[in-house]
């Protein structure tokens, strides 16, 4: 087995060794420059002077979009749209946002100094009073990312919540080795931090993305990757995404290969532009005769959805075919969840329905 496997990423321990040093002054170098700005803030602040910020504004969508306008889009993974300047002692709103921004910027501080992790929801219990909501706590990190031109997992902020992986991979986190290939069927927690990635190794001939654990735990008791030489997650293999046939699902889809608006400073690393979308298709309920039961009308709420996501640039330019499913979707009005395929058999989406779309390369 060891002599058949293909490295993906993989590299001696001279090169991991690299790897770390190169993080770690990354890391240093970040850490100076906020010390530097939390600096120079006190020092305008006991000068009687009111620092102020700049904040340049990202886009990668709009909603303006129309083939036939003769403006075109002047939407970009990486120029800016516009600058906010944010102000501590004039403005309340500016100050606020400040102040806010400030406060997160001295956990990232010491988040950085100390080697540690936190989440969003742990910082925003730091200051509950102050900051409100966790959405305030996402709008700084976001802020601080666009000021220091760097990534979330660079100030040491992970999600909450972990995805799942299986299949045939194996990687190292930090000191943990994680052998999915010793038990393709086992579900095992994808790392928060990235950065402790090492030695992955992986010989899967392609990517499932999925976007509900009560489908991946389906795959899993179906033994979908013994049968099939994959990696079932959430790049260089081929990734497809399978999503509910509804305009939630359909946007899921559309964040795994555009990235998302309010990530858009960060949008370029954080998508998957290659994706291919695998289902679930409006059309798909015919084609495998579901039962009337499993449809759904849209509701006024969904029809607004899609209506919004259709204005977006992106599927005038670069998806068309994608654009064409949900217009037939909020043409006919209705709307299925993966599990309805679990109506003919409760086998059938490991079985046959993923099996034979990927091997008759029935995806869009």
Known sequence: MAGRERRRGAAP?????????????????????????????????????????????????????????PSPCACSYDAPVGTDVLTLLHKECHSSRLNVLLRVLLVVQQLLQQNKHCSKRDIYYMYPSIFVEVAVVDRAINDICILFKCSRHNLNVVPVVKGLVMGWIRFVEGEKKVYCITNVNAAFSVPVSIEAIKDVVSVAQYILVVEKETVFQRLANDKFCERNRCIVITLHLPAYCLVDSDPYGFDILATYKFGSLQLAYDANLLRVPDIRWLGVFTSDFEDFCLPDCCLLHLSPEDRRKAEGILARCYLHKEAPEWRSELEAMLQKGVKFEIEALSASSISFLSDKYIPQKIKQGSHL
């Open 13 to 69: 321990l001279e090169g991991d060794e690299h790897r770390l040093r190169r993080r770690q002054e990354a890391a240093a170098l970040l850490l100076c420059r906020i010390r530097g700005l939390v600096r120079w803030v006190v020092e305008e602040v006991a000068a009687g002077h009111s620092p102020s910020i700049v904040l340049h504004r990202y886009r990668n969508y709009c909603s303006a979009a129309d083939a036939a306008s």
